[in-house]
């Protein structure tokens, strides 16, 4: 079975400064999507990224962007000009190639941003 | 409407009601997934539909957890004599391009 693992419970970071968050993962799949997802205390789930594991490049969608090694099966989040707004739990989810629709989470990273 | 609602925000019940929580997918969004997320935990997988039919019911805790989607849009995940540990915010997802969109959940607290 897959596992997702996110070892830091609790993260902070300054505001307009830049934070990783880490993410690994235990499969024996070549085919496979990575997702991170956002959950605001308001407890709406909101798709941050998401990295297909065929792909080399690393995703980024604004401020945000990965670093995946798949060798490592490793996949961290960055947050760049982190904003108030970043404040939020972050999830790491792990999905199957085809046919596969189950997403595997990890336990989430609880971030904190200080004005 | 543009995303996915879920209705009641917040349920309490006492222990041993029944409970009835709904989901109104996105509009045309064929696949339909259940997860349930207790406090502190990522959420956790429950059951996925494909239009009214429902392909993988594995993940529903026991016999006392049902979900339905007669026409293939609106979903109902029901929880009969509930008891303390189904406390927890169930969330409704739909799927397009490959990735979940998640509605807002339902907090349950059974007290």
């Known amino acids: 079975a897959q596992t997702v693992t996110q070892s830091q419970p609790e993260m902070s970071v300054q505001e307009a400064e830049t934070v990783t968050l880490s993410c690994t993962y235990d499969t024996s799949e070549s085919d496979y999507y990575l997702f991170w997802y956002k959950q605001p205390p308001s407890r709406q789930m909101i798709l941050v990224i998401r990295?297909?594991?065929?792909?080399?490049q690393n995703a980024t969608e604004n401020r945000f962007s990965v670093n995946f090694q798949k060798a490592a099966k490793s996949f961290s989040l960055k947050i760049s000009d982190s904003q108030l707004g970043d404040a939020a739990m972050y999830f790491c989810a792990y999905r199957g190639g085809a046919g596969s629709y189950q997403l595997t989470f990890g336990k989430g990273t609880k971030l904190s941003v200080i004005p | 409407g543009a995303g996915v609602s879920q209705s009641p925000r917040y349920k309490v019940a006492k222990r041993g009601q029944d409970v009835a929580l709904r989901c109104d997918p996105i509009?045309?969004?064929?696949?339909l997934f259940w997860y349930q997320q207790a406090l502190g935990q990522g959420p956790e997988f429950l059951t996925y539909?494909?239009?009214?039919?429902?392909?993988?019911k594995s993940g529903l805790p026991s016999d006392r957890f049902f979900a339905e989607r007669p026409e293939g849009s609106v979903s109902t995940l029901k929880i009969q004599r509930t008891q303390q540990e189904d406390s927890a915010v169930y969330l409704c997802?739909?799927?397009?391009?490959?990735?979940?969109?998640f509605g807002p959940g339902t907090r349950l607290t059974v007290t």
């Open positions: 990295q297909e594991a065929y792909k080399q």
């Open positions: 509009s045309g969004h064929v696949s």
């Open positions: 539909f494909q239009n009214e039919a429902q392909l993988d």
């Open positions: 997802a739909t799927r397009t391009w490959g990735s979940l969109y």
